[in-house]
């Protein structure tokens, strides 16, 4: 179930190589997912010798998660489903005036409602999961601080569950983990061990993996880096400390340098990008210096974590084209110089990736065990055996990255 969730379709040869189990095993456990309805098979290639080997896919409406994001400018929402298909998504601005978490969660609740009216036909969904730009504590999935959001002890789980009333877990994580978990498993990050994913809009953050695993920390806050105070004698932050990371190299910063402080949002990091094209030597100039401040929180990560690879998504994957030799010039210069090759490269999944993790952290629960997946009442299942697995509700305990 995991292979072909997350590589795509497989043949029941493929998956018999893959496991490491018979085909007769391969078969009985696809015929069992099929009955779970989890997957779909097809005729395989013709033209090899021997008997073609079916195709195993991913359904997509077997398990779907509702995907939903908050940042300092932006809510989202999606339905994503098994194999990582987005089946609707829906995006719309936030206004930076301080709204309550409260007022956020009505909002997105209505784009929700929105989003699944046009799926009435389909399966319900099976989870929820929250993508939120702030620290989010595991053990509780309550956003204990949102710098740019301005909120602090938000009960996120609970709010969101009371507002949508879906009856289904709900999941939360900080929106930079949530990147990262995506990029390794679907972008940037494929096969990485060593992987750091910085995620920059307003605010910074990290997702790290190390040794092939999400690095968290005693409480979950690990890879905040954006409150790394890099710069002691610099700016106030959100956070009430002064000069980090993220108050040099964030997208303040930024329009901040190119004399449009005040402004915010990718349509005037695009207008910036435009002057830059366009010769304007200030916009140049505001760009290489945040190109110059990505070197040096970057030269830290390497020195302390050694990553193979590291993905710039969000802002930065916007600014990089136009950063990378300011980046490339100061990192060779920051860097001892081993440890300079780890390789820097723009995030895969874009804007979605935050959504998709989010997705990922949910299906995470189920495919430790797929047949304790179904909550769906199939008129087909007969046996009292399907039905006992369709009784096996998953935990509703909430969990946080
Ligand atoms: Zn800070």
């Known amino acids: 179930m995991r292979r072909v969730h997350l590589a795509g379709p497989a043949s029941r040869s493929d998956l018999a190589n893959y496991t490491g189990l018979n085909r007769s095993t391969v078969g009985d456990l696809v015929a069992e997912l099929t009955a779970l309805g989890l997957v779909h098979e097809r005729a395989g290639v013709r033209g090899v010798p021997g008997r073609p080997s079916p195709i195993v896919a991913a359904n997509p409406n077997g398990i779907t998660v509702l995907a939903l994001e908050i940042f300092n400018d932006s809510i989202a929402a999606a339905v994503i489903g098994l194999g990582g298909r987005i089946l609707a998504r829906a995006r719309a601005e936030r206004a930076r005036d301080g709204s309550s978490p409260e007022a956020t969660v009505a909002r997105l609740a209505g784009i929700c409602?929105?989003?699944?009216e046009g799926r009435a036909d389909q399966p319900p969904i099976q989870a929820i999961s929250v993508a939120v730009a702030g620290v989010v504590r595991r053990t509780d999935g309550d956003l204990v601080v949102g710098p740019n959001l301005g909120w602090r002890d938000?009960?996120?789980a609970d709010l969101i569950r009371t507002s949508l009333s879906l009856g289904v877990p709900v999941f939360t994580g900080n929106d930079a983990d949530l990147a990262t978990l995506a990029e390794h498993l679907r972008g940037a990050g494929i096969g990485c061990d060593d992987f750091v994913c910085l995620w920059g809009e307003v605010g910074v953050g990290a997702g790290i993996i190390a040794g092939g695993r999400p690095l968290s920390g005693r409480s979950g806050f690990a890879g905040e880096v954006g409150h790394l105070p890099l710069s002691p004698e610099g700016r106030l932050c959100h956070c009430g400390a002064r000069g980090c990371w993220e108050t040099e190299v964030g997208e303040d910063a930024l329009l901040r340098r190119a004399g449009r402080a005040g402004s915010g949002g990718p349509l005037v990091v695009d207008l910036i990008l435009a002057m830059a094209d366009a010769g304007d030597p200030v916009a140049i100039s505001a760009i290489e210096s945040s190109g110059r401040w990505l070197a040096i929180g970057l030269a830290a990560l390497i020195h302390t974590l050694n990553p193979e690879r590291i993905a710039l998504g969000g802002f930065f994957a916007t600014i990089l084209p136009y950063a990378r030799d300011a980046l490339t010039a100061a990192l060779g210069e920051l860097a001892i110089e081993p440890l300079a090759v780890a390789t820097i490269v723009p995030a895969r999944l874009g804007a979605d990736g935050p959504l998709i993790g989010a997705a990922e952290l949910a299906f995470e629960h189920w495919l430790d065990d797929p047949a304790s997946v179904p909550l769906i009442d199939r008129?087909?299942?007969?046996?009292?055996?399907?039905?006992?697995?369709?009784?096996?509700?998953?935990?509703?305990t909430r969990l946080a990255i």
């Not at 409602?113 to 699944?116: C, E, N, P, S, V």
Request: glycine share 0%.
């Open 379 to 396: 008129p087909e299942w007969s046996s009292a055996a399907d039905r006992r697995v369709a009784a096996k509700e998953v935990d509703a």
């Open 154 to 156: 938000v009960p996120l």
């Open 113 to 116: 409602r929105t989003l699944l």
